[in-house]
């Protein structure tokens, strides 16, 4: 009889792709997969543990998962995280957890599971489809190009939770893409921790895909998404890219989406962080504010359809008043369609931990709500600009015989959502991973509403 595991799976869509690692290896093996405690032999705990509450919600699945099952193995970035004298942090707290490893462990954690739940026979890789075991919906996926980091920002410890910038080989990522296209996946969202670095680790080295040379960097990789993603008709979108100039490269490329409609989206996911100079210095972050607004005025020159997306933090230590106005400011300038905020928070073992003057509760959750406050009245303007297009949706799910989709311009479960009314043929029905031209004819808040 097959050995049955729970799965939870916590944190970013960088996290959410080892689960997935880890799901396809319990199936290749024979195992299967519990959707509660009570059916499952033991439970796996994919953790996060970047920021307070993030560890909180970790720790809390935890002691559930320890309570309703009593058969825990946790992995994730809250397992490489250490108490001050050494000792596990999670074992600290849950001493009765079975087996605790770091991120991006899925031997490690295949192991643990040998260990306590002895796998059912030899596995047989034929018994899963190529792309394995995924967590999202069947139409869209998470591609994940490389692990680590090279940054050394002060205020993240993800370098020392996922260690330096390591890059998959482009032949690999590729046929990856490949195969989860040809399996009917529409849209798949590239993700690493800094995808503007992609094959910076190994000098960008030559690598082979369909029988031709290609390089081992961001232009390339894009590019070569870009053509298999037109063949497929899907759409590619890129996460977690810092703005350096070699990006420009691929503001063309994005500017023929209009005339395509599939390839690489108009829509880049730049964690700016800031933009006063001085903060940024202070954060150790790779480039200034000013750099930032000129780059993005070009793309936009360069693309005109371009949305961006970024995250900021209020209230960084020593952050003054001036220097928060200045950010607004920033904010008004570059026009930032989708933004979101954090009220700086001190993270175990971050070296911004050490710095002077640090901005009280009160002051940070202050500025992180004007900070909102502007970025809500920017976004909903640029929204407002889209009432009378006609643009193309990818449908997610039905919703009383309409559809609820997303534009380009909107990744799925952080940005805002498109409201399809029902078609004026009773016979016509949406379907979830299709795509559908229809025109918007009104905007609440972040979302539109459109008809066919």
């Known amino acids: 009889m097959a050995g049955k595991v729970g799965f939870v799976s916590l944190g970013c869509p960088k996290a959410l792709v080892d689960s997935e690692l880890i ?45 309703e099952n009593g058969r825990v193995i946790v992995t994730g970035c ?6 001050a ?27 643990a599971i040998h260990r306590h739940l002895p796998k059912p026979h030899d596995p047989f890789t034929d018994l899963l489809p190529p792309i394995g075991v995924k967590l999202t919906p069947k139409h869209y996926a998470y591609l994940k190009i490389s ?18 910038l390591v890059s998959r080989p482009i032949g690999e990522v590729l046929l990856e893409a490949k195969r989860l296209f040809e ?63 070699h990006v420009d490269d691929i503001l063309p490329l994005m500017a023929e989406f209009s005339e395509h409609g599939y390839g690489v989206l108009p829509y880049l996911d730049i964690p700016l962080q800031h933009a006063h100079p001085d903060v940024l210095k202070r954060m150790k972050r790779p480039a200034s504010g000013e750099k930032n ?18 995250t900021f933090i209020a209230g960084f230590p020593g952050e003054t008043e001036e220097e928060f106005e200045y950010l607004l400011n920033f904010l008004n300038e570059a026009q930032i369609d989708r933004a979101g905020c954090f009220a700086y928070s001190a993270v ?11 901005v009280p509760d009160d002051v940070r959750e202050d500025r992180r709500a004007r900070f909102m406050a502007k970025a809500e009245e920017i976004s909903v303007k640029r929204l407002e600009k889209k009432v009378g297009k006609r643009m193309q949706i990818l449908i997610d799910r039905i919703d009383k015989g309409g559809g609820i989709g997303r534009t380009a311009g909107d990744a799925p479960e952080i940005d805002g959502l498109v409201r399809v009314l029902p078609a004026n043929k009773p ?26």
């Open 293 to 310: 607004l000129e780059r993005i005025q070009a793309w936009r020159a360069t693309c005109p359809d371009l949305v961006i997306r970024s």
């Open 23 to 67: 799901l396809t290896q319990l199936s290749a093996e024979g195992y299967e997969t519990s959707k509660d405690y009570s059916g499952a032999d033991l439970v796996v705990v994919n953790t996060c543990g970047f920021i307070d509450s993030a560890v909180e919600e970790s720790l809390a699945a935890i002691g559930e998962a320890l309570t």
């Open 78 to 83: 809250l397992g490489a995280r250490k108490n």
């Open 147 to 164: 692990e680590g980091c090279n940054h050394r920002c002060t205020f993240c410890i993800i370098p020392s939770l996922r260690g330096d």
């Open 427 to 452: 016979s016509k029905r949406y379907r979830a991973g299709e795509f559908v031209r229809a025109i918007v004819i009104s905007s609440q808040g972040h979302d539109l509403i459109a008809e066919t």
């Open 85 to 111: 004298d050494g000792s596990d942090l999670i074992q600290s707290i849950h001493p009765k957890v079975l087996s605790v490893t770091g991120p991006h462990a899925t031997d490690e954690v295949m192991q």
């Open 183 to 245: 399996s009917g996946v529409k849209e798949l969202l590239v993700v690493s921790q800094d995808t503007s670095a992609y094959g910076v680790d190994i000098q960008y080295r030559t690598g082979f895909w369909d029988g031709k040379p290609v390089k081992t960097r961001m232009f390339d990789l894009v590019k070569a998404l870009n053509q298999i993603a037109r063949e497929y008709q899907a759409w590619v979108r890129l996460h977690y890219v810092y703005p350096y100039p």
């Open 348 to 358: 175990d073992g971050a070296t911004a931990n050490n710095l002077d003057n640090p």
